[in-house]
């Protein structure tokens, strides 16, 4: 008997919602279930970077609180400096309303959702997949496995372990509308506070979001005392109570490490850790994780093999990532240098603004950075400069 759905989807946050979309583009039959009543809140930056525009094919604006063109950088909440840009860098959105968007869009296309029901078991073999919820449970023929960082598919099925990831908090901070417009189209990154991690306030709406990301394994237990720090710190902050504070990981990338595809489960977005390293992005490379899951099995179900979804992804987004990994190696290692680089040349910057815009890969970014004579020569003066302290605390 032909099995109800082709594809079902668990999770619908961008990487659901993108596969959902996509496969109902493609003409197939698609279930997607979600734990959740939408539109629900989740804890974000929800920074939506301009190269999202590149690859989803509609039109978001509608979710958008804020466009930035232009970042604050500073180094321990000091040293301010704004660096432009000469087009908008990315799209600050409420996940509530960006993600209900999403599968609003999918569900127009034809998609079957489901909310408020919990999947909690899985079970493939070489014709179907059968995902169990508290509810029925429902068969297709292949499984984007789409629910988030704590993934329990990616866990129980996949067995990835859930650390080391990076830690976060964020907190929803509301504003006098005077002060919130000085700070409208531009967002504040901060270095050096936070081990292995940066700092953000990002306006969105009438409020702005302030969080912080490190490292697992590089910051201490009380990772609250960092977020306290980081708000004190920051004078706009002075005096105000978060109407919203939660505290929540990013899973740490892992590449050929994992395997993110079954016979006809994969694995996408957080659930596959594909996030960038450095900077924590997650929402893009869910999407277009979602968008090469949906390509795969429209392909796999006529030939009845999966396995493209893996190796497109080794070669599309891993390479990336792996760039990525080796900018935050650099960047996170010596703060402090790379914010006096910063002020001192803001051509790495505004090239680096290329890579979020998706003018620019990370590779190339990676490559300007290490082979271009401006950027080596400040390479070997770090080198040069790190040298002098080891010495300098050895002795
Ligand atoms: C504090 C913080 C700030 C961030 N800021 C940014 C940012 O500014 N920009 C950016 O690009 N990225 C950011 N990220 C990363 C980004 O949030 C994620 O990478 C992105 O949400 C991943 O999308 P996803 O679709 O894979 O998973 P999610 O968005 O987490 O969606 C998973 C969905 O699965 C559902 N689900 C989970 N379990 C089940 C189950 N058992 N059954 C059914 N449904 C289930 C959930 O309800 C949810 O709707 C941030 C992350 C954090 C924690």
Not at 52 to 75: H, P, Q, R, W, Y
Not at 128 to 156: H, L, M, P
Not at 181 to 191: P, V
Not at 263 to 286: N, S, T
Request: glycine share 8%.
């Amino acid at each position: 008997m032909p099995l109800k759905y082709d594809a079902i989807i668990v999770g619908l946050g961008p990487a659901g919602a993108a596969a959902a979309y996509k496969l109902a583009s493609n003409g197939l039959m698609v279930l997607a279930l979600d734990k959740e009543k939408f539109p629900r809140y989740k804890t974000c930056g929800g920074a939506v970077s301009y190269k999202v525009n590149k690859i989803l094919n509609m039109d978001f604006s509608s979710a958008a609180e804020d466009v930035t063109e232009g970042i604050v950088f500073s180094f321990r909440a000091k040293r301010q400096i704004f660096i432009p840009h000469n087009t908008p860098i990315a799209t600050m959105v409420m996940r509530d309303r960006f993600d209900n968007l999403l599968a609003e869009k999918a569900k127009a296309k034809g998609v079957e959702i489901l909310y408020n029901i919990k999947v909690n078991g899985i079970e493939e073999d070489d014709s179907q997949v059968v995902v169990k919820t508290e509810k029925e449970d429902f068969k297709a023929s292949a499984v984007v496995a789409a629910d988030g960082a704590s993934s329990f598919i990616a866990r129980d099925y996949f067995k990835i372990p859930l650390k080391p990831n990076t830690l976060t908090i964020e907190g929803e901070f509301s504003l006098d509308k005077e002060i919130l417009s000085t700070l409208k189209g531009k967002a504040i990154i901060d270095f050096g506070l936070i081990p292995w991690g940066y700092g953000w306030i990002f306006p969105k709406g009438n409020n702005l979001s302030v969080g912080i990301a490190g490292l697992s394994s590089k910051t201490n237990s009380n990772f609250k005392n960092y977020y306290n720090e980081f708000v004190k710190r920051h004078d706009i902050l002075k005096g105000l109570k978060p109407i919203r504070e939660g505290g929540w990981i990013i899973p740490q990338f892992l590449g050929n490490k994992i395997k993110i595809s079954g016979k006809r489960i994969l694995l996408a977005g957080d659930a596959a850790h594909i996030v960038d390293p450095f900077i924590g992005e997650g929402i893009y490379y869910a999407i277009r994780s979602g968008q090469i899951a949906a390509n795969a099995i429209t392909c796999g179900i006529k030939n009845n093999d999966f396995t493209s979804y893996e190796k497109e992804i080794e070669r599309e987004i891993y390479p990336e990532l792996e760039a990525a990994q080796k900018v935050a190696d650099m960047v996170y290692s010596y703060p402090k240098i790379w914010s006096s680089m910063l002020e001192a040349d803001t051509a790495f910057i505004k090239k680096y603004y290329d890579v979020i815009t998706g003018d620019c890969s990370y590779q190339a970014f990676l490559q300007e950075i290490l082979t271009t004579s401006k950027f080596s020569i400040l390479i070997k003066a770090v080198k040069g400069w790190l040298k002098e302290v080891i010495r300098w605390e050895g002795s």
